[in-house]
């Protein structure tokens, strides 16, 4: 059940800012947004997530349009650790249960 | 030092053996999850348990099975009836749905691969 599109790959350069974006047009009114990253054979983990408001953590900071049918996330300086999968995930904070991950995007830095 | 353990991170099935994945985690979540990725794939859902003894299937269910009899361990059981279990399994845990902060947290993983 796919309910958000984002590119296969992409590449930034070190020290530049990563900006990952995705597509989720069938967003409904309670559903966060939520991105994590997967580094090669780990578990995926946590970045960051909002329903509407422009949220930063220490990690990244994401960017949801107002309409809410897409979001950025922003990688502000990226490091050759931050070469990953990341996928964005839409789901309402009362299921509790359905994590989609699709394919994600897979982001090479590139020294 | 809290956090989700899996274990054991590598672990070889013979034809017709059933095996067991440990997951263990002391960060007093509730709710539980079981994954499956192959490789170049997304995370698929196995089993889930909000709560402890009641757990429910995903979206790939058959061929494995489940028990959470203690709030801290949720493990997967890989029956003989899985007949393509080689994957890398994925243990996470999150606080209870209806919370804000609906987080799911991720073990290390357990690669599984048949001899």
């Known amino acids: 059940d796919a309910k958000t599109t984002q590119p296969p790959s992409m590449d930034c350069a070190e020290g530049r800012a990563a900006n990952l974006p995705c597509n989720h047009s069938?967003?409904?009114?309670?559903?966060?947004v939520y991105w994590y990253r997967q580094i090669h054979s780990q578990g995926p983990q946590y970045i960051i997530h909002?329903?509407?408001n422009n949220e930063t953590n220490e990690m990244a900071s994401l960017i949801i349009t107002e309409d809410r049918k897409s979001s950025t996330l922003i990688l502000p300086h990226a490091t050759l650790r931050d070469t990953a999968v990341y996928y964005c995930?839409?789901?309402?904070?009362?299921?509790?249960?359905?994590?989609?991950f699709g394919t994600g995007t897979s982001l090479t830095v590139i020294p | 030092d809290g956090g989700i353990t899996q274990s054991p991170k590598y672990l070889f099935r013979k034809e017709g053996q059933n095996v067991t994945l440990s997951c263990e985690q002391n960060?007093?979540?509730?709710?539980m999850y079981w994954y499956r990725q192959d490789p170049g794939q997304g995370l698929r859902l196995i089993y889930y348990?909000?709560?402890?003894?009641?757990?429910q299937k995903g979206d790939i269910a058959e061929g494995y099975s489940v028990s959470r009899e203690k709030k801290e361990s949720f493990p997967l059981t890989v029956t003989s009836a899985q007949k393509n279990p080689t994957a890398f399994y994925l243990c996470?845990?999150?606080?209870?749905?209806?919370?804000?902060?609906?987080?799911?947290?991720f073990g290390a993983g357990t690669r599984l691969s048949v001899l």
């Open positions: 996470a845990s999150s606080t209870p749905p209806g919370t804000t902060q609906n987080i799911q947290y």
């Open positions: 069938t967003i409904s009114g309670n559903e966060y």
């Open positions: 909002g329903l509407k």
């Open positions: 995930i839409v789901l309402a904070s009362n299921t509790g249960n359905q994590f989609y």
């Open positions: 960060l007093n979540h509730d709710a």
């Open positions: 348990s909000q709560i402890v003894n009641d757990f």
